[in-house]
């Protein structure tokens, strides 16, 4: 199994999103003229024509309204032609009822897949018929200054929960706006963490609600004009 990793970057949150460019279902893309000065989930599928995929497809479709009022694109990966993928998209729509409207890349040699790391080590024989290793469920969520914020990555036998990335994409745009934290399970409207570097005198005066539970453990609520993520 040929897999050329020592050559690819190494991805860590923080590093800037490797460059590429590539065909697509919506034509073809330079992927930082994509990610242009918003933010971009992008995510990979092992092959088309695959039940957890049509699933997980199917599920981003609908909820892709909810991202874009975020200001955040959607984009996918499979290795598999484009052609391929459209003739999938037809199947997506008639099993779950949601049009495909973002962009699929056609990664049949999978070099953006070996670009992103995501490829399936731990079953040696998840190989197509030329022995190259397929990609695994991958999430990347990318900031407007191209960086990667969060690496999610699944095995090919286990689907992803798309209102968790959505949850995860709220949290981050809160955290950059307001300068603070969320605790487990956060969804916009609960208390969020004040970060630890403002000091207790500040941040009592930037949010006159805030309780301490511990000198390093304080909550507030946002005002009510800030705590839905626009």
């Known amino acids: 199994m040929s897999a050329p990793t020592e050559a690819a970057p190494r991805l860590r949150l923080g590093s800037v999103a490797p460059n590429f460019q590539a065909e697509t279902t919506k034509g073809p893309i330079d992927f930082h003229e994509y990610i242009g000065d918003g933010w971009v989930v992008f995510f990979s599928h092992p092959e088309d024509y695959t039940p957890v ?9 609908k909820l892709e309204p909810e ?32 049009s495909v409207n973002f962009p699929i890349i056609g990664d049949k040699q999978r070099k953006i897949a070996y670009l992103y790391d995501m490829l399936d080590y731990q079953d040696t024989t998840n190989v197509d018929e030329k022995g190259i290793a397929f990609t695994i469920r991958s999430v990347f969520i990318i900031d407007p200054s191209k960086k990667i914020r969060t690496i999610l990555s699944y095995p090919a036998s286990t689907g992803r929960n798309s209102n968790e990335v959505l949850r995860i994409v709220d949290s981050l745009i809160t955290g950059d706006k307001y300068k603070v934290t969320t605790p487990i399970n956060w969804t916009p409207g609960d208390d969020v963490i004040v970060a630890p570097f403002v000091k207790t005198e500040e941040a009592q005066k930037i949010w006159p ?11 507030t609520p946002l005002p009510k004009e800030q705590a839905t993520v626009e």
């Open 67 to 98: 991202f874009n009022k975020r200001g955040v694109k959607l984009i996918g990966l499979s290795a598999n032609t484009i052609d391929s993928h459209n003739g999938w998209i037809d199947d997506i729509k008639e099993v779950s009822g949601g």
């Open 209 to 219: 609600e805030m309780r301490i539970v511990k000198p390093y453990l304080r909550f």
């Open 53 to 61: 995929c049509t699933t997980e497809l199917g599920a981003f479709a």
